[in-house]
């Protein structure tokens, strides 16, 4: 079994959505200080790195993190190469995206955003959010911080989807995975109350490639 790791790793001075609180590390006991142990207190926004959104993140009536059913963020998947900044419709109607499937975003297969910590655009077009609502698919994961038009931001893409009862995963990592059928598992923690949550994302495939 080949095990994928698709999260961004998280350390002080990593690229956060603008104006989202950055990560902070602060040491709260060491052994270098003679204690019997190391404990940290980490600060972060809840969307830093790899994370899930829940409805409450965009609807103030929305459901919260904890509440989302982890069926969705565990199970089969699809990553699929996207050629174009703004995904769109017909893009997905030519990958044959599926009712029930699990679809992970490839936007910048060569990492230059990973690579360079400059801010990825690649977004979905409210065309591309209504199709994907209409089938529905159970997730929607991409390797940029936000499914949303960063020139619109006005939240109407991820309402669409959550409506239809999607799960959205943001801040994927996966330059470095070919397009192809995996196992997903990307669960958020159960942050209770919360708007959004980081998250582990993994892909499992067998060795036979299957």
């Known amino acids: 079994m080949k095990i994928i790791d698709i999260s961004q790793e998280v350390y002080p001075g990593m690229p956060v959505y603008p104006g989202d609180p950055n990560f902070q590390s602060r040491q709260v006991s060491s052994f ?11 600060t972060m926004g809840s969307h830093c790195g790899t994370h ?36 769109s419709e017909k893009t997905l109607m030519e990958m044959n995206v599926q009712p029930g499937e699990r679809i992970l975003l490839r936007t910048d297969p060569h990492g230059k955003f990973n690579s360079n910590m400059h801010f990825n655009p690649a977004a979905l077009s409210m065309r591309a959010a209504q199709y994907l609502a209409q089938l529905p698919v159970k997730l929607v994961g991409i ?31 996966l330059s470095h995975v070919e397009d192809g ?11 209770t109350g919360e708007n959004g949550a980081p998250c582990r994302a993994v892909l499992l495939k067998n060795d036979d490639g299957e």
């Open 32 to 42: 270098k200080q003679g204690h019997i142990c190391e404990v940290s207190e980490l």
């Open 52 to 87: 899930v959104d829940a409805p409450l993140h965009m609807m103030a009536d929305g459901a919260t993190i904890e509440s989302l059913p982890l069926e969705n963020f565990i199970g089969p998947c699809r990553v699929l190469t996207v050629p174009f900044t703004m995904i």
């Open 143 to 173: 390797d940029s911080p936000t499914v949303e038009n960063i020139e619109l931001c006005d939240g109407e893409v991820h309402r669409t989807m959550m409506n239809a009862g999607i799960c959205v995963v943001e801040g994927l990592r």
């Open 181 to 191: 059928s995996y196992f997903l598992s990307a669960l958020p923690l159960s942050l």
